[in-house]
């Protein structure tokens, strides 16, 4: 039996989601699935809503609606021959990202993107292209993206850093790191989710935190914002078939 129920956040998007019903494991690959669209943790407001589409007895939902402002974000699971079940959009491109949104579990952001800063430690305005992320020494600072490590080292200001050519046209960076994961050279391979460091405070800091960089085409972008790209998109008869699905089952969201 197809059924739509719809829950108003009040604080978190998994207090939202637990209130529907969902376990942990589905929660976490809904955040996964909205995370190249919306910033679960700075574009929530209280009041937002989250509508979802469930066929009973069956837990998976098939569709989630997030609606925040004006906004509405759609995912709609699809299952291919093989059985493997994933969330997409409504034009069958993967709502996975091929980038995570942040490399670490940070307290707060205590630093922001910006072309013009005073800089805490030399004292003089200049361009901060990246953002800082508080977090206690020693936390585990995992790569965004898969890529290949063009540098591992020191450097003046970074102090010890790990740089990634990740995807054309991306590339990364994470400084001020306390020290290196095991195995991370020049040269070497990384895969998305790999802990390639640890939060310190070496070179330029005034306390523990990862400084992490986002560069398309080698122009710093804002990595709270920036567009991440999908992970694949469905082709053929495949999307044929899941576009008369999420066409239905939108219809169902918007009712």
């Given at each position: 039996?197809?059924?739509?129920?719809?829950?108003?956040?009040?604080?978190?998007?998994?207090?939202?989601?637990?209130?529907?019903?969902?376990?942990?494991?589905?929660?976490?690959?809904?955040?996964?699935?909205?995370?190249?669209?919306?910033?679960?943790?700075?574009?929530?407001?209280?009041?937002?809503?989250?509508?979802?589409?469930?066929?009973?007895?069956l837990s998976e939902p098939?569709?989630?609606?997030?609606?925040?402002?004006?906004?509405?974000?759609?995912?709609?699971?699809?299952?291919?021959?093989?059985?493997?079940?994933?969330?997409?959009?409504?034009?069958?491109?993967?709502?996975?990202?091929?980038?995570?949104?942040?490399?670490?579990?940070?307290?707060?952001?205590?630093?922001?993107?910006?072309?013009?800063?005073?800089?805490?430690?030399?004292?003089?305005?200049?361009?901060?292209?990246?953002?800082?992320?508080?977090?206690?020494?020693g936390t585990p600072v995992?790569?965004?993206?898969?890529?290949?490590?063009?540098?591992?080292?020191?450097?003046?200001?970074?102090?010890?850093?790990v740089m990634l050519e990740?995807?054309?046209?991306?590339?990364?960076?994470?400084?001020?790191?306390?020290?290196?994961?095991?195995?991370?050279?020049?040269?070497?391979?990384?895969?998305?989710?790999?802990?390639?460091?640890?939060?310190?405070?070496?070179?330029?800091?005034?306390?523990?935190?990862?400084?992490?960089?986002?560069?398309?085409?080698?122009?710093?972008?804002?990595?709270?914002?920036?567009?991440?790209?999908?992970?694949?998109?469905?082709?053929?008869?495949?999307?044929?078939?899941?576009?008369?699905?999420?066409?239905?089952?939108?219809?169902?969201?918007?009712?």
């Amino acid at each position: 039996m197809r059924v739509t129920e719809s829950a108003t956040v009040d604080q978190t998007f998994s207090d939202a989601a637990q209130s529907l019903g969902m376990d942990t494991t589905t929660i976490a690959t809904l955040t996964e699935a909205f995370e190249g669209n919306v910033d679960l943790r700075r574009d929530l407001r209280q009041g937002d809503t989250l509508s979802v589409i469930y066929d009973r007895p069956l837990s998976e939902p098939l569709a989630v609606r997030l609606t925040t402002g004006s906004s509405s974000h759609d995912v709609f699971l699809y299952r291919d021959p093989k059985g493997e079940a994933r969330y997409y959009a409504k034009d069958g491109q993967s709502t996975k990202p091929a980038f995570s949104r942040y490399p670490i579990a940070f307290t707060r952001v205590s630093s922001d993107f910006s072309s013009n800063r005073l800089d805490p430690v030399t004292h003089r305005w200049q361009s901060h292209d990246g953002v800082d992320l508080a977090a206690p020494s020693g936390t585990p600072v995992h790569a965004t993206a898969q890529g290949r490590v063009t540098f591992v080292g020191r450097q003046t200001g970074y102090g010890k850093v790990v740089m990634l050519e990740n995807p054309p046209p991306y590339s990364t960076v994470y400084a001020h790191l306390s020290r290196f994961a095991k195995g991370i050279r020049n040269g070497g391979t990384v895969k998305r989710g790999q802990v390639i460091g640890y939060v310190g405070e070496t070179g330029w800091a005034t306390g523990p935190h990862l400084h992490y960089e986002v560069h398309v085409d080698d122009v710093a972008m804002d990595p709270l914002t920036v567009d991440l790209p999908g992970d694949d998109r469905l082709h053929g008869e495949e999307r044929r078939r899941f576009a008369k699905e999420a066409e239905s089952l939108s219809a169902e969201l918007a009712g």
